[in-house]
């Protein structure tokens, strides 16, 4: 059983950064994908970014590249989403994501397990 926690969400403006830790318990997370998704008001749940166990393999949606960093530190069982130059379009509710390898890293479908997600509101 894998529990994961994400949080550092919070209401920040437009250009703010925001850096938000997922913390895996319960079972290591060797040999699985974290990934991250977000859901938007009103809008479908989305895949943001997804990182490999290793880490030498990460994967952006096209709308985040560039501005946010996904990686990695397995000592601590944590996966992080760096998030600059945030913008509006970027408000949602941000799920941590894991399932073993070899999983298709943007269906959420694919995942076993979910964090109960952040919160993150950008304002303009």
């Known amino acids: 059983q894998v529990q994961l926690v994400e949080s550092g969400g919070g209401l920040v403006q437009a250009g703010a950064s925001l850096r938000l830790p997922c913390v895996a318990s319960g079972r290591t997370f060797s040999g699985y994908v974290m990934g991250w998704f977000r859901q938007a008001p009103g809008k479908e749940r989305e895949f943001v970014a997804a990182i490999s166990w290793s880490g030498s393999s990460t994967f952006y949606t096209n709308s985040v590249k560039g501005r946010f960093t996904i990686s990695k530190d397995n000592a601590k069982n944590t996966v992080y989403l760096q998030m600059n130059s945030l913008k509006p379009e970027d408000t949602a509710v941000y799920y941590c994501?894991?399932?073993?390898?070899?999983?298709?890293?943007?269906?959420?479908?694919?995942?076993?397990?979910w964090g109960q997600g952040t919160r993150v509101t950008v304002s303009s």
């Open positions: 994501a894991s399932g073993p390898q070899p999983i298709v890293a943007t269906r959420q479908y694919d995942y076993d397990y």
